[in-house]
């Protein structure tokens, strides 16, 4: 009787996860401040975007050919996601031990950029692996909304011990920190769950589902948003930069940007209870332009670090909307698959706009005019184009139906989904992996 009183329950996946979470994300506020007193921020401005523009043209574009092809083998692969983050986390470390080696050189910015593709890495990794740690597919938008306040407070956790060790050590101090942090993540990420994301290929049912008028619309939204936040970002560290106290200001955009995250997964699901999914992306997209033409006006480097802030804010709010979309109109769809299909198609939206941002030179106020203008546009096309485009659905289906015979196959699985709440196997196929609602709590 005392053994079984004094031994502790086992971990459940979700918590194996959320650690692994919080040391990447904790990793990741150490690097930032690593680099807030380094050559990376004195560096010439033209130099800073020639050796950006070069590496952001050399990672990302490879992945556009490769991801379509990787990604679906990964997710068939036991284990595969998991060995991802591992890979992720273990390269990272050896990443930030050589920033501290080279941190007064030109070879700092590879270094740099390649963490920063990686952090994209990790961030569709995880997005596929949140489905298999939770009990049920109700709880994916709260385990979602749980891991970005995580990431919020840790990196404001982390900042403390990095910034003591920037000041009395230097960068070099502050990046081996973060390299140790890296390297609890790596072991942390031992234990995740070691399983298929997605053992069958996509069937006609799925790709329906995922293709429906209201699920596009969102991903148009939720990429338009996820762009914003790469194109600020990036805009920001280079003309922040001519300004006085650069340095000084780019670091309160950074800690906007964090502060305005964590309250948006903080808020995002009360916000779902009290109004729809697509209202709330058409009101992110609202908040976003009407911010970026306001501030525009407005001007100086406070309208920066303000609309660093609301492109952050409106992007968590929207990321948690989008998944509660893809839940509701695809319920027959594998969740681990398609999270993981959007997220890299948002990570390469950030990735452009980045590029966008380093290859043109405008004033600040002018970025920021950017910003409103391509929310501004994606909600009046959205507004319009989409409802078209539902009518035309909605015609298409009625004629399909029409000439559909009563006992032909088309459609059994749909519907029979619809009714469950939940995928089931398509007929004269093997059954479909277990998903998280079915499976067993752990033991």
């Known amino acids: 009787m005392s053994q079984l009183q004094g031994t502790k329950p086992p971990m459940s996946r979700f918590t194996r996860l959320a650690v692994t979470h919080a040391l990447m994300m904790a990793g990741d506020a150490a690097m930032v401040v690593a680099l807030a007193d380094s050559f990376f921020f004195s560096v010439e401005l033209d ?29 068939r692969i036991a284990g595969g996601r998991r060995l991802v983050v591992q890979i992720v986390a273990l390269t990272r470390v050896v990443l930030l031990l050589l920033m501290a080696r080279y941190i007064d050189g030109l070879a700092l910015f ?3 950029f390649a963490s920063l593709v990686l952090q994209k890495t990790y961030v569709v990794s995880k997005s596929a692996l949140v489905p298999s740690t ?30 003591i060790l920037l000041k009395t050590i230097g960068p070099g101090g502050a990046l081996v920190y973060g390299a140790l942090l890296f390297g609890g993540a790596f072991f942390s990420a031992t234990r995740l769950p070691k399983e298929v994301i997605a053992e069958d290929r996509v069937d006609p049912a ?47 955009a950074v800690g906007a940007s964090a502060v305005a995250a964590m309250l948006g997964n903080a808020i995002a699901s009360r916000v779902r209870q009290r109004m729809a999914e697509e209202t709330m992306l058409t009101t992110a997209l609202i908040v976003s332009a009407v911010a970026g033409v306001g501030l525009a006006v407005v001007g100086g480097p406070v309208a920066g670090v303000a609309i660093a802030g609301v492109v952050n804010f409106v992007a968590s709010i929207g990321r948690l909307s989008f998944e509660s979309i893809v839940q509701r109109d695809a319920p027959g769809a594998n969740q681990g698959r398609a999270f993981a299909q959007f997220e890299t198609r948002f990570q390469f939206a950030w990735a452009a706009a980045a590029f966008v941002a380093v290859a043109i030179r405008v004033p600040g106020p002018i970025g920021f005019l950017i910003v409103g203008i391509v929310a501004a546009g994606t909600m009046v096309n959205l507004r319009f184009g989409a409802g078209m485009t539902a009518t035309r659905s909605g015609r298409r289906r009625s004629a399909s139906k029409r000439r559909r015979p009563a ?37």
Request: hydrophobic letters at 45%; zero cysteines; proline letters at 7%.
């Open 110 to 112: 590879p270094l740099v």
């Open 206 to 252: 799925e790709r329906e589902q995922l293709h429906s008028s209201a699920l596009q619309s969102g991903a148009v939204a939720m990429t338009v948003l996820r762009a914003n936040v790469g194109f600020t970002f990036f805009h920001l560290a280079f003309w922040l930069r001519s300004q006085d106290q650069g340095t000084l200001w780019f670091g309160a």
């Open 134 to 163: 939770v009990r049920s597919e109700t709880e994916l938008v709260e385990a979602n909304s749980k891991l970005g306040l995580l990431s919020g407070l840790t990196g404001a956790v982390a900042v403390v011990p990095a910034g």
């Open 47 to 75: 130099a800073a975007r020639t050796q950006v523009l070069l590496f952001l043209a050399i990672s990302f574009a490879p992945f556009l050919f490769i991801a379509p092809l990787i990604g679906p083998l990964i997710d």
């Open 407 to 443: 006992s032909g196959r088309s459609g059994t699985r749909t519907s029979a989904t619809k009714r469950r709440g939940k995928p089931g196997p398509a007929r004269g196929r093997a059954p479909r992996s277990r998903s998280a609602s079915e499976r067993p709590p752990d033991r």
